[in-house]
């Protein structure tokens, strides 16, 4: 499989404006609800990268900033970058003495050999041109270190396709080759855009991180603060996207009226080479 980058244009920037609007209109449901949901996925990360006192971290497209706070937990020096001024907001009060960057993914605003690790946990996927992306983050990671690039896993059996295929009838039907959330789940896809990047593939994992809510509201909330939500009830209404969520949540309801869905999420992890 071959796949090339391209010159940044104006599209590149509008994209990461237009996603950065879409992403934060929710911010905070986003980092109470939703964002937690993955937590499972960056402890696994970190465990990989071997997170310490010595590292410095890049958290690229790092929304509220939940996973560079428990990298700083660890011990590691944190930035981050994203294109929503409201997410980065509360990263901020999250994380006072983080440096933090209001800027585009294929566009990092860091010297290069910056940070000894850099992340992107289901942001990479977002950017118009994903291998420029990567190539940012390869440029801003030191020889020796790591890049790692968190994704959604594959859709088929995955019980929480179920709730992002609920939103496709209230969405336009995407431009040809449009990215989208699973664009970068294939492991094949996922090792050509490393090798692309100029990046050595090492590894590719899975983490299950099954997404659980204690009632339909808060389901709705949290479902309803991600981008393609947001897109879905600018056109359509909140009605219809809390209606749409509500029927494909139907089938993961518990006895207790509590709500559990499967969810799996694909790592890449990649080298820079020495
Ligand atoms: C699914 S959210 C993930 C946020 C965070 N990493 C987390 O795990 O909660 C996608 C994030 O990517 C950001 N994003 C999307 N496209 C971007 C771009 N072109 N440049 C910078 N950030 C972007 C969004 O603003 C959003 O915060």
Sequence with gaps: MTMTATPKTSAH?????????????????????????????????????????????LDAGCGAGMALRLA?????????????AALLEVARGRH?????????????????????????????????????ALQEARRVTRPGGKVFVMTWGEPDGMEAAALVAALKPLLPPPPPGAAGPFALSETDKLEALATSAGLTAQEVFDVNAPWR????????????????????????GQAALDDAHA????????????????????????????
Aim: charged residues 20%.
């Design 96 to 132: 006072p003495k983080a440096t933090f960057a209001l800027g585009d993914l294929e566009e990092l605003p860091f010297d290069s050999d910056s940070f000894d690790v850099v992340t992107g946990f289901n942001s990479f996927q977002y950017a118009a041109d994903p291998i420029m």
């Design 247 to 274: 029927k494909a949540l139907a089938a993961f309801r518990q006895p207790d009226g509590s709500y559990v869905i499967g969810a799996t999420f694909r790592v890449l992890m990649a080298g820079v080479a020495l």
């Design 13 to 57: 920037i509008q994209s990461g404006e237009a996603n950065g609007r879409i992403w934060g209109a929710r911010a905070a449901d986003w980092a109470a609800i939703q964002e937690p949901q993955c937590a499972p996925a960056y402890h696994a990360v970190f465990d990989k990268a071997v997170i310490g006192s010595e590292t410095r971290l």
């Design 72 to 84: 700083a937990d660890l011990g590691a020096e944190v930035a981050g970058i994203d294109a929503s």
């Design 213 to 236: 809510y204690p009632d339909l509201a808060t389901a709705q909330k949290g479902l309803g603060s991600s981008g393609v939500a947001v897109k879905a009830a600018e056109i359509n």
